[in-house]
């Protein structure tokens, strides 16, 4: 099916490690972005890419890297993972300006 | 002061009630989006919008740009449509807005009781 893939879906890491959140779409869209969703707050973007090859900072991009060699993947890599890191983690896509956003199904991540 | 604003933060119906939920930004946009937030966490689109109405189904969305205010609602509510709903804005290149951005709502949790 045509859509965001996002893994893995759950994720627990120590203090200090490092992992990257997967996220692939298939739709060929030129735009995707990462967010945060913390308990209280609206969805903060972290880091978007409007193609291949482009990427540039959201609003809270500190702790966090991306790149985008292909269209279809926008990897997110956690350099040094923090318990403020600790959040469900979306990634998006977007086509053409009209269109609407299709979601990743989130990443739960528990940094302890 | 948050860019966008959504009331109310909780709200709790009877089954086939007439729901609305409101939604106010205070930037330039060139789209706003009803998305829909399930218990399981995943988030659907629901409408996008840059000027009037859309509907779909029971699910009504309006737009007043001019007073920089949407609505959205549910006609005859039922116990799946419990979610939280968020409105979100792409912000207009002339307010500074990059490719695609959105700015969110903290959401509006709905409850629907039978």
């Known amino acids: 099916n045509a859509g965001v893939t996002q893994t893995p879906k759950f994720q627990v890491l120590k203090t200090g490690q490092s992992m990257t959140l997967q996220c692939a779409q298939d739709m060929n869209h030129e735009y995707m972005s990462w967010y945060r969703q913390d308990p209280g707050m609206g969805l903060r973007l972290i880091h978007y890419?409007?193609?291949?090859?482009?990427?540039d900072q959201g609003e809270v991009p500190n702790g966090y890297n991306v790149s985008r060699s292909t269209t279809e993947d926008f990897p997110l890599r956690l350099l040094s993972a923090a318990p403020s890191q600790t959040s469900v983690y979306f990634c998006a896509s977007s086509g053409h300006r009209v269109d609407g956003y299709t979601f990743g199904s989130g990443t739960r991540l528990t940094v302890v | 002061k948050n860019e966008v604003e959504q009331s109310p933060q909780n709200l709790t119906a009877q089954e086939g009630e007439f729901i609305t939920i409101n939604c106010s930004y205070s930037v330039g946009i060139s789209a706003l989006h009803w998305l829909q937030q399930h218990p399981g966490g995943g988030i659907v689109s629901l409408f996008m919008?840059?000027?009037g109405k859309k509907k779909h189904g029971r699910l009504i969305a309006t737009i007043n740009i001019q007073e920089k205010h949407s609505s959205l609602h549910i006609t005859a509510s039922h116990p799946r449509d419990s979610a939280v709903y968020i409105c979100?804005?792409?912000?207009?290149?002339?307010?500074?807005?990059?490719?695609?951005?959105?700015?969110f709502g903290k959401g509006t949790k709905l409850s629907v009781k039978p």
């Open positions: 890419s409007v193609g291949a090859g482009i990427t």
């Open positions: 919008l840059s000027s």
């Open positions: 979100a804005v792409r912000r207009g290149r002339a307010s500074g807005g990059s490719q695609g951005n959105l700015i």
